[in-house]
């Protein structure tokens, strides 16, 4: 069947025109998107603030978290939600000083994550010796109660993660791609110190034992001009 004259013209116009549509409805989910993520940025400011405002409680959770890790074990725990995680966990190797990976699942879902089984060689090799989360919780000793307790008091000083590593790490929020979090030491840092944890990039010494800390996510800048001193 004979096409219309100037039927392709038509089409190929047609087709521009969805093609405009579409990328304008991209700009403008992106622009949307972009507007909304900035509304919830976390700055500098509020990092202050919110130590300042919860120093005690921010401190009792330090002691807390290293109180329920056991000892040699590095956990670090991100809530994405109150029964939705990022949890990673190392455990020593016997006769060394070295760890190993036990477990690492990112977007866990306590109340219904079933492992993978059989596991992949590539789940195997960079996920950890086990991918049973009701075993790794068994070889910690915490229960469905250790994660309440302890999202509760994450909360509780506006928080939403926290590693034991030295120093322990509390991440108190997202900029960008990246993220906020305070590194606290044990002792107060002395001049050399705080002269070495303040790089006008990804640290910044606040006072007293604490490091304000900004770590990037797989993409974006390293740094955080809030953290650039002035000279």
Not at 6 to 16: A, I, K, L, P
Not at 76 to 84: A, E, F, K
Not at 169 to 193: H, P, Q
């Given at each position: 069947?004979?096409?219309?004259p100037?039927?392709?013209?038509?089409?190929?116009?047609?087709?521009?025109a969805?093609?405009?549509?579409?990328?304008?409805?991209?700009?403008?989910?992106?622009?949307?998107f972009?507007?909304?993520?900035?509304?919830?940025?976390?700055?500098?400011?509020?990092?202050?603030?919110?130590?300042?405002?919860?120093?005690?409680?921010?401190?009792?959770l330090?002691?807390?978290?290293?109180?329920?890790?056991?000892k040699?074990?590095?956990?670090?725990?991100?809530?994405?939600?109150?029964?939705?995680?990022?949890?990673?966990?190392?455990?020593?190797?016997e006769?060394?000083?070295?760890?190993?990976?036990?477990?690492?699942?990112?977007?866990?879902?306590?109340?219904d994550?079933?492992?993978?089984?059989p596991?992949?060689?590539?789940?195997?090799?960079?996920?950890?010796?086990?991918n049973?989360?009701k075993e790794?919780?068994?070889k910690?000793?915490?229960?469905?109660?250790?994660?309440?307790?302890?999202?509760?008091?994450?909360?509780?000083?506006n928080?939403?993660?926290?590693?034991?590593?030295?120093?322990t790490?509390?991440?108190?929020?997202?900029?960008?791609?990246?993220?906020?979090?305070?590194?606290?030491?044990?002792?107060?840092?002395?001049?050399?110190?705080q002269?070495?944890?303040?790089?006008?990039?990804?640290q910044?010494?606040?006072?007293?034992n604490v490091v304000?800390?900004?770590?990037?996510?797989?993409?974006?800048?390293?740094?955080?001009?809030?953290?650039?001193?002035?000279k």
């Open positions: 069947m004979p096409y219309p100037g039927y392709g013209t038509y089409t190929n116009r047609y087709v521009q969805e093609e405009t549509s579409m990328k304008l409805q991209n700009i403008i989910t992106l622009i949307l972009l507007f909304l993520s900035s509304c919830g940025m976390k700055t500098k400011k509020g990092l202050t603030k919110n130590y300042d405002e919860n120093k005690t409680e921010i401190l009792e330090k002691d807390y978290y290293n109180e329920i890790v056991p040699g074990f590095i956990i670090r725990i991100r809530y994405n939600s109150s029964d939705n995680i990022d949890f990673f966990v190392y455990q020593p190797i006769n060394s000083e070295k760890l190993e990976t036990l477990f690492q699942q990112w977007n866990l879902d306590m109340d994550y079933e492992p993978e089984n596991r992949s060689d590539y789940d195997k090799k960079y996920n950890g010796l086990t049973s989360f790794v919780k068994e910690l000793n915490w229960t469905s109660k250790t994660f309440i307790d302890l999202y509760n008091k994450l909360e509780n000083v928080c939403m993660g926290i590693s034991n590593r030295y120093p790490e509390i991440e108190y929020g997202f900029k960008g791609m990246g993220a906020f979090s305070y590194l606290i030491f044990d002792e107060n840092l002395n001049t050399e110190l002269e070495k944890y303040s790089d006008d990039c990804s910044m010494f606040y006072k007293e304000l800390n900004y770590g990037s996510g797989a993409i974006g800048s390293y740094c955080t001009p809030e953290f650039k001193r002035t």
